[in-house]
């Protein structure tokens, strides 16, 4: 009878908007993968924090303008004002994501290569789990960590591509864990807030309060090294390319993607972006498409789809909806 109610019939997404929910997370993961090839290109002409700040003003910018869009509004919502009381949570989801994130994962890869770092990272959907189980009471099935193991074990094979990984600073592979505990930490977060925001509101307010917070770190360490005159157009273009989608369309996707789903669920589709990455580097940067990557991509989507088709029914209720 309970399941009858009209308040959870309301609730209960259809097939139509849960692969619309789907297709939006892939879409973000695409962008986040091509990111890293993008990034490389900035990175020979402009410093990790510089291009952090530089993609979030983009970011805001675009945002602000698309916003005054009906047909945009219709379909992400408007941006809405940011009362004072919820400053402390947009404060620390900013925190999060994009500053901790971005940081522990810029420093991270100037002491371990991008292999290594991706396998860091590929964790993330394994350590989700234990937090969203002890803080949002989130239902893990024991098929769906099965499926979660086996989209790490994906990412490992298609990063290593079957090589004997070379000794690491333990130190580098501290910071690029910090990354993860940095998206686990705003997934969690997001699932708290109250549901009126919109994701393209969040996005805004995120990467507004995260460009405040990089900005005194860009003024002490990379301000006098930035010549405007001497960046070449390829690192501008990068710069342009990041700033437009990934830290717009991709965080506008991944958010409401993580208010749907649950951050369980949602940042298992974080597996995909090594997969995205390695396309994106063969047509763009002709790196080799080995057997050993074609293999890990294979064990990746087998993963994701095992963890999503698992104990859909048994998920709780959005929270973010709660409140």
Known sequence: MRRSTAGESKDAPSTRSQLGVYLGLTCAMLLFGMS????????????PVTIILIRLLISIAMIWLISRLPAVVAVVGRIGRLPRAHLPHFALIALFQPFLYFLSENYGLLFVPPSVASVVVGTIPVVTPIFAFFLLRERVTVVSCLGFVMSFVGVAVLVL???APEPVPVFG???VFGAVLAAVGYSIVLRLLPGRYSALSVVF??????AAYFLPV?????????VPGEVPPEAIGAVLFLGL??????FVFLNAGIRRLGAT???VFTNLVP?????????LVGEAFTQAKILGMAITIGGVVLSQTVGRRRDPETIAAAG
Not at 205 to 210: E, H, P, R, S, V
Not at 218 to 226: G, I, P, Y
Not at 275 to 283: H, R
Request: glycine share 6%; hydrophobic share 55%.
């Open 205 to 210: 307010y995120q990467n507004l309060i995260g």
């Open 245 to 250: 989608l990934p830290s717009t369309v991709s």
């Open 161 to 163: 591509d079957g090589e």
């Open 218 to 226: 860009f003024v002490f360490l990379e301000a006098r090294t930035v």
């Open 265 to 267: 669920k949602a940042n």
């Open 173 to 175: 592979v501290l910071l």
């Open 36 to 47: 890293f090839v993008f990034t490389s290109v900035a990175l020979e002409s402009l410093g």
């Open 275 to 283: 997969i995205f990455a390695a396309i994106a580097s063969y047509f």
